[in-house]
């Protein structure tokens, strides 16, 4: 009871930060959300091994829900790529296979040490994104290319946590793709990655012991109750405050911090 009345209002509190900054940045819950629960984990004294994949899970059962709100609006106003969408759908799929395979012989502290590197590259491609266009073609590469794109897209969000715009969008975007494209394809994505990969590491942490209350496998139930609804309330109010504020500011405090955050989990 005393981990419950401990560990749901911080959940909330978390909540409302990922939401407000998703709608504000336009930044994955992801990316935000796990390195918030893996450090509220910490808290609750829980073992490094057992935190890391369990922030991971608990992130990737929350990206279920809110890439169908998102997937769902994005289609209405059609701008998903279906072509693109099919074209990599099993690439995708076969990389979240990969991806959930591989999470079974990976400690905690090496998934901790890929967010770690992941959080900085974000960190790095938001800060030069925010004052200069960055375009490596102006088209996509062929499809081998975009096959092995879709394979690693897969395989890395599904073992992070972070659903697919995280990667997918930054990656599209450097091949002078249209962002509000990527942008909704992306969600799409999200759906595809999220559902499997929850399933993978519900199954991957069954049976572990010391997990916290309301825990099936590596996904916090708790977490998950708490984060969506918080989640989805404040991500429009966010997006509502891109308008009224300085949002390059913003960006370029936030990859500071998720710099801070990323170097923070490789070095400590």
Known sequence: ???????????????????????????GGGIVIVPMLYHIFLYL?????????LAIGTSLST???????????????????????????PFVLFGVLIGAVSTNFMHGLTLKVMFGVLLVLVSVHMLASSYREISLAESLPGKKVQSLFATML???????????????????TLFSYPIHQAVATA??????????????????????????????GYVNWLGFIALVPMTM??????????????VKQLKTAFAIFLALVGLKMLLI
């Open 1 to 27: 009871m005393n981990e419950l009345l401990i560990l749901l209002p911080i959940l909330l509190v978390s909540g409302i930060v990922a939401g407000l900054l998703a709608g504000l940045l336009g930044v």
């Open 45 to 53: 004294k829980i073992d490094v091994a057992i935190a890391m994949p």
């Open 63 to 89: 990206i279920v829900v809110t890439s169908i709100m998102s997937a769902k609006a994005h289609h209405k106003k059609g701008g998903i790529d279906w072509r693109l969408a099919k074209r990599w759908l």
């Open 154 to 172: 897969g395989a890395f969000s599904s073992m992070l946590g972070i659903g697919g715009g995280t990667l997918m969008v930054p990656l599209l």
């Open 187 to 216: 969600s799409l994505f999200g759906l595809i990655i999220s559902v499997p990969a929850t399933i993978g590491y519900i199954v991957s942490g069954w049976g572990v012991g010391a997990l916290p209350i309301g825990s099936t």
């Open 233 to 246: 309330i404040f991500a429009p109010i966010g997006a509502k405050l891109a308008y009224r504020l300085n």
